[in-house]
């Protein structure tokens, strides 16, 4: 990977981090009694569908400190425009999931979840959303999609060496 992506790629977790932190969206003055984004706030299509391990690979699951991410970005590369982020114990396979343009990472009022994307998965051993060796990956066959788009279903299938 380029040093250019890798930079690229840390300030989208930095920026994820900063985003998903309730005092921050607050500061805005946009959220919801629950902290999530005000519909008004950010707007656009949903992409949903269900992820699904291969089965050579479920053997090497550990679900009690794998960390799976859901990713949908805008073109080939550059950093995530929506991320999903489940922690042990919260997803089981298959995983049904949805992106929406409350799970951006830049939200502000205004924002538009929509465009081409391609969406991915992937289970991270260390708990990072930059992939390492020994992480799990998988990618939807027909990216990319524009929300809204369902029956985005895909496998996680490869391991990262």
Do not use: H, W
Request: net charge neutral; proline share 7%.
């Amino acid at each position: 990977m380029s040093s250019l992506k890798s930079a690229m790629l840390v300030t989208a977790v930095a920026l994820l981090a900063a985003c998903s932190d309730r005092a921050e969206v607050k500061r805005i003055g946009e959220v919801d009694g629950e902290g999530r984004p005000k519909a008004s706030a950010v707007t656009g299509g949903t992409i949903s569908g269900t992820i699904d391990v291969d089965e050579a690979l479920k053997a090497k699951l550990q679900p009690s400190t794998d960390v799976l991410y859901i990713f949908a970005r805008q073109g080939d590369g550059g950093p995530p425009v929506a991320v999903k982020r489940y922690v042990p114990g919260q997803y089981s396979f298959p995983l049904r999931y949805e992106l929406s343009a409350s799970d951006m990472m830049l939200r502000q009022p205004g924002s538009v979840f929509a465009g081409e994307m391609r969406v991915f998965a992937r289970i991270s051993r260390s708990g990072d959303a930059i992939g390492a060796p020994g992480d799990i990956e998988g990618y939807y066959p027909g990216n990319p999609v524009s929300p809204p788009a369902g029956s985005v279903d895909f496998k996680i299938a490869t391991e990262r060496l």
